[in-house]
Structures are given as structure tokens and as C-alpha cells.
């Protein structure tokens, strides 16, 4: 008779989960024959550098690599070290886990003592189901559960960029011939199409909704309100946005710095016209709010790319499509200079004495995707978390708590 997957019986109610020492009735997926306890799981999946051995993983050696507690290699304990504010951005591929890792991070870094934020610039926000609370309403809104202060916040990307937006279409106009107009550039509005500042704000390129959202998370931790989090910490939106993100501020530099020196260049020329013909002086709204959003996405490029204070953490998964956008991932965010030092291999089949058949297959094609990590020149450097698949879906604080506790050491 062919064998059959059983989810582990026990399958707490969303708001039951007690605390951490009864976490580990929260069950991993498992064979019929396979009575593992999760706690024994917990502590073998751990961390282990890819580069330590070359050798292709076969069943045995996986059972044997993960069944070695991260000695050596604590990546959170130096996560977790001092006072100054640290920025963790975890981005990866649609679906992998992103939002429960990014959770789970910020809940440990509350339970030790830090004040955290934990910030979603996916338009598709997760947050709230993840904390299984209503963190919904664009403000920071504190997470019940954890030791040190924890708040979270859902930013809104398209009312970002609308409030920026509404700047331009003062007096009905629309988009960029009206910003032109106030200006006095009219007449060059044509001429200027290549520099696609009208596209920039009629139909804005992918990317912007993110980064006018970090740069709003950048707003409110540069006021003094808000100076208490030490630990920061991002779940971004899928790989794509992220690659956009990155080239962003470089394309608007570009776009609002040529156009903002046009501006200047002929400004005594407008203003002498203005004075001939008693017109009023250009509005400066708009010109302004560009400029602002031009030094802001500054900030989020030196942000991305500031080695002391900043980390980006690859989540992924062991397929080999998931694998292949992570090494892409890696590369681009290599060619832009951002840091990376961990990859999370989220959702592996835990250790088993005996599978079923589904299990083995799955196991043998996880298998296979952890060569590839291992082979690929782009993700063999960086440090692999391995983060076990449960058989409960992780929501509210103390199920983030136990992933936590197993992906964070
Ligand atoms: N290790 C795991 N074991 C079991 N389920 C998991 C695990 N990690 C994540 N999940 C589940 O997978 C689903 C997707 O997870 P999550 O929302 O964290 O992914 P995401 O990458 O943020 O998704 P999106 O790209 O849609 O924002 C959720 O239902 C989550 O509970």
C-alpha cells in the first residue's frame, strides 16, 4: 500500500499558541512512521556554511550536516550586538516566506532587548495575518506579545506617491506639462520627453511606490520620536521590485537633477519675463517636493549599500526556479554594492527516518536545489540558513517566536 503524508493531530487554534516552552507541540511535517519530536528539529536545523564541505549532499549527509548545531557560525548573536540602529531587509522570490522570516527576526530582536520596527513596503501586505493582529493604517502600530517594544508598520505605497503626486496637480492640471507650466517651462515640456519625468509621475516606474515608501520609514525614524528602535526591520517586496528599487535612485537623480538644473539655467529668464508681463511667481510646490524626493531616494541608495548599519538577507526556498532568482538576486544586489551576508533556505523537509513516497521525492528535488546553492557561484559564499517547513501556518507572536528561534541562532 502506498504510503501516506499526516500532518501532525495536534493544530493549535490561531490565538493559542502558548508560550515558548509548549511551542514545541507545533508540529513539522511528518510520515507515518516518523515520530520525531520537533524540538530535536528545532535544534538540528541550524546554520551551516555552504563552504564548509563541496561534497554533493546526499540524504545521509544532509541528516548528518543539519543535525549539527550552528557551532561557530552565530549569525544573530552578532545581528543582536549593540545599540546602534541596524536595518535588516529580507527580499527574495513571491511566496517563500519572506514576511514570516522577516516576523520572526523582528520578534527576536524585541525578545532581546530591542526596541524594533518592523516595516512592509509590499503593496501586498502580510504583516497583520503574519502577527495574526490589525496592524493596518499606515501609522506604527504596536505588536502585543513581545518582551522590548515591537511596532509594526504597513506603509501605504500608492498614498505615498500620491501626496507626492498632488503637488503636481494643483489648478487641475495634470502630470508634468502642468508642473512644467508652473514653472514657467512650458514651452520645453516637449523637448524634455526624454528625460521622462512625465512618466515619472503619471505612470511611475516600478519601484517608486517602494521607494518613496522607505523613504517615508526614513521621514519618521529621522524625528526624534521615533529615535528609541535600534532595530529595523524590513519585509520588502517580491525580487522584481527590488532590482527596480535599486536602480531607482540613480534614474531619478538623473531625471530630477537634469531637470532641476534646467530650472535654475533659465529661472532669471522666466523671472525677467514674469516681471515684464506681471505674472506671478512660479509656484515652488512642486519644483520643491522633486527635490526632496531626489535627496530622500539618496538616502535609501546610501541606506541599501551602508556596510555598518545595513544587512540584506536572501530568503528562498529549495526549488530550483526559487534558487536560480536568489543567485540573480545575489548578483544584482553585488553589482549595487548592497550587503549580503545570509541566505535563508526556508520551508525543508525535516530530517526523517522513513519517508513516504511524496516525502522522498520532495526530499530527493530539495536535494538537488541545495547542490545547486552549494555549486552556485553567486550563493556558495554566503552563509545558509536552513529553516524547516511546519506543518502549522506560523501566525501570531509566539509561533514566530518558535521560527524564530530556529532560523535566528
Ligand atoms: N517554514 C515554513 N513552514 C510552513 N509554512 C511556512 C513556512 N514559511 C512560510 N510559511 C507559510 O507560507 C506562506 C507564505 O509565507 P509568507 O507570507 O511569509 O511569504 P512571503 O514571501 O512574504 O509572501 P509574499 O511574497 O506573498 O509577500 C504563509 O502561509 C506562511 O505561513
Redesign the pocket.
Known amino acids: 500500500m502506498a504510503s501516506r503524508c499526516v500532518a501532525s493531530t495536534f493544530s493549535p487554534p490561531v490565538h493559542s499558541f502558548a508560550p515558548r516552552t509548549s511551542m514545541a507541540t507545533v508540529g513539522l511535517l511528518s510520515c507515518p512512521l516518523n515520530t520525531l519530536k520537533t524540538q530535536s528539529i528545532a535544534r538540528s536545523f541550524s546554520i551551516l556554511s555552504l563552504s564548509a564541505s563541496r561534497k554533493p549532499l546526499t540524504k545521509s549527509l544532509l541528516v548528518r550536516s543539519v543535525a549539527t548545531p550552528a557551532e561557530g557560525v552565530a549569525v544573530f548573536d552578532d545581528m543582536v550586538s549593540g545599540t546602534d540602529r541596524k536595518y535588516y531587509m529580507l527580499g527574495?522570490?513571491?511566496?517563500?516566506?519572506?514576511?514570516?522570516?522577516a516576523a520572526s527576526l523582528a520578534v527576536k530582536f524585541a525578545n532581546n532587548g530591542h526596541p524594533t520596527l518592523v516595516v512592509s513596503t509590499?503593496p501586498?501586505h502580510?504583516l497583520s495575518?503574519?502577527f495574526a493582529q490589525d496592524l493596518t493604517g499606515g501609522t506604527l502600530v504596536p505588536v502585543e506579545g513581545p518582551d522590548a517594544p515591537l511596532f509594526a508598520l504597513e506603509i501605504n505605497p500608492e498614498k505615498a506617491r500620491e501626496e507626492f503626486r498632488s503637488a503636481t496637480k494643483k489648478n487641475g492640471g495634470t502630470g508634468v506639462k502642468d508642473f512644467m507650466d508652473g514653472m514657467g517651462l512650458g514651452m520645453l515640456a516637449e523637448q524634455l520627453g526624454e528625460l521622462k519625468l512625465g512618466e515619472l509621475l503619471d505612470t511611475p516606474p516600478p519601484g517608486l511606490d517602494e521607494a518613496i515608501a522607505i523613504s517615508k520609514v526614513i521621514q519618521f525614524l529621522e524625528s526624534q520620536e521615533y529615535s528609541m528602535f535600534t532595530r529595523i526591520v524590513f519585509?520588502t517586496a517580491?525580487t522584481g521590485h527590488t532590482l527596480r528599487l535599486l536602480s531607482l535612485p540613480d534614474f531619478l537623480d538623473a531625471s530630477i537633477g537634469k531637470i532641476l538644473k534646467l530650472r535654475q539655467k533659465i529661472a532669471s529668464a522666466t523671472s525677467a519675463i514674469k516681471s515684464v508681463f506681471g505674472q506671478e511667481e512660479a509656484r515652488p510646490d512642486a519644483a520643491d517636493k522633486l527635490e526632496r524626493l531626489r535627496e530622500r531616494m539618496i538616502k535609501v541608495r546610501e541606506l541599501f549599500r551602508d556596510t555598518d548599519s545595513t544587512e540584506f538577507v536572501i530568503?528562498t526556498i529549495p526549488t530550483v526556479m526559487a534558487v536560480s532568482e536568489s543567485s540573480r538576486l545575489h548578483a544584482s544586489l553585488k553589482k549595487e554594492n548592497v550587503p549580503v551576508k545570509s541566505l535563508i533556505v526556508?520551508?525543508i523537509l525535516p530530517p526523517s527516518v522513513s519517508d513516504c513516497k511524496f516525502c522522498a521525492m520532495k526530499r530527493k528535488d530539495q536535494m538537488r536545489a541545495l547542490d545547486m546553492i552549494r555549486g552556485d557561484p553567486e550563493l556558495s559564499s554566503l552563509t545558509l540558513i536552513q529553516?524547516?517547513?511546519?506543518?502549522v501556518?506560523?501566525?501570531g507572536v509566539p509561533a514566530l517566536r518558535f521560527?524564530g528561534d530556529i532560523i535566528w541562532k
Open positions: 527574495g522570490k513571491g511566496g517563500v516566506g519572506k514576511t514570516s522570516c509590499d501586498a502580510s495575518d503574519s519585509d517580491p530568503v526556508n520551508q529553516a524547516p517547513l511546519v506543518d501556518e506560523i501566525r521560527l
